[in-house]
């Protein structure tokens, strides 16, 4: 099942990716204004309307409307995700003779058209392909992670996350993706229940998770960014990716993570003030 708005431009890529691995294919359209659902049903997907909440929220909503048995396979994907043909194969393989009831699938970042190969996103893993009775999106604004009941594996290939959109759409979308983060920080939600496993021994998802927790929500605002760029863009080797990459691991690594902090900052300078 696929989420969508305004997707038109990537769309018919990700469905074509994924077309023979599935009997049906459900896009859940958050009122888009272009071509998305027209494109959708000339493709032969399933079509329905819901307004968008967030992203686990409508993850969560599609995998109830699909009525699936719990042992039929789900497989999630965003508008501008697509299957390289080893993943494709990988997960034909896997469905063939499955040995776990969750699988896990490293993403590439594509940006301005280029595999963004270096710094904190990489190598980044994702549950998308699981039984329908042993998964679902853990509840978090930002950030989150689908969460499996039984055992998982990996798979081989990558899911090619193409980023299509440019600068200005981009940096809207960041833009409402850091009031959800600054909201969740803000909170500090106290129930473990749904939520992705913290754990420093744990997968590469619950070790960033643990960090994330442990660490980052504890440091100082603003100063944490810079130190999160230079990790990201020197440690991490961000800088091989080219000008492209200095693009995007300016605004990924530091532009994105410095309006969290400001957001935070606000939210906590205003409630002094009332």
């Keep these: 099942m696929v989420l969508t708005f305004n997707s038109a431009s990537s769309l018919a890529g990700v469905i074509r990716s ?15 204004g272009d071509d998305t659902v027209r494109i959708a049903k000339e493709l032969g997907c399933v079509v329905v309307s ?35 043909d080893e993943l494709r194969r990988s997960i034909e393989t896997a469905l063939s003779n499955p040995t776990a009831d969750g699988y896990l699938m ?15 996103m990489n ?22 992670h689908f969460l499996c009941s039984g055992k998982t594996e990996k ?8 980023q299509s959109v440019d600068l200005e759409r981009w940096t809207a979308t960041h833009n409402r993706w850091s009031t959800m983060e600054a909201q969740e ?17 744990g997968d590469r998802r619950e070790r960033k998770r643990w960090i994330k927790n442990r660490l980052w929500y504890r440091s100082p605002l603003f100063i944490r960014t810079y130190v999160f760029f230079f990790y990201s863009y020197v440690l991490k080797l961000g800088f091989l990716d080219g ?25 906590q300078t205003l409630n002094k003030k009332s």
């Design 185 to 201: 920080m803000i909170a500090v939600r106290q129930t473990k229940n749904g939520k992705l496993r913290e754990s420093l021994f």
């Design 243 to 267: 000008g492209v990459g200095l693009v995007y691991h300016t605004l990924q690594a530091f532009w994105f993570r410095f309006l969290v902090d400001a957001k935070i900052k606000e939210a």
């Design 155 to 162: 798979l081989k290939g990558v899911l090619l996350d193409m």
């Design 18 to 32: 994924c077309r023979s691995l599935a009997n049906r294919i459900i896009v859940v359209d958050s009122n888009s």
């Design 50 to 84: 819901h307004p968008f909440e967030d992203y686990s929220s409508q993850r969560n909503w599609a995998q109830e409307y699909a009525a699936l048995s719990e042992g039929e396979w789900v497989l999630h994907l965003d508008s501008d995700e697509e299957l390289s």
């Design 123 to 144: 190598p980044s893993w994702h549950l998308r392909l699981f039984r329908a009775g042993a998964g679902r999106c853990e509840d978090r604004l930002y950030d989150q």
């Design 106 to 120: 490293r993403r590439i970042t594509h940006f301005w058209g280029k595999p963004i190969r270096f710094g904190h």
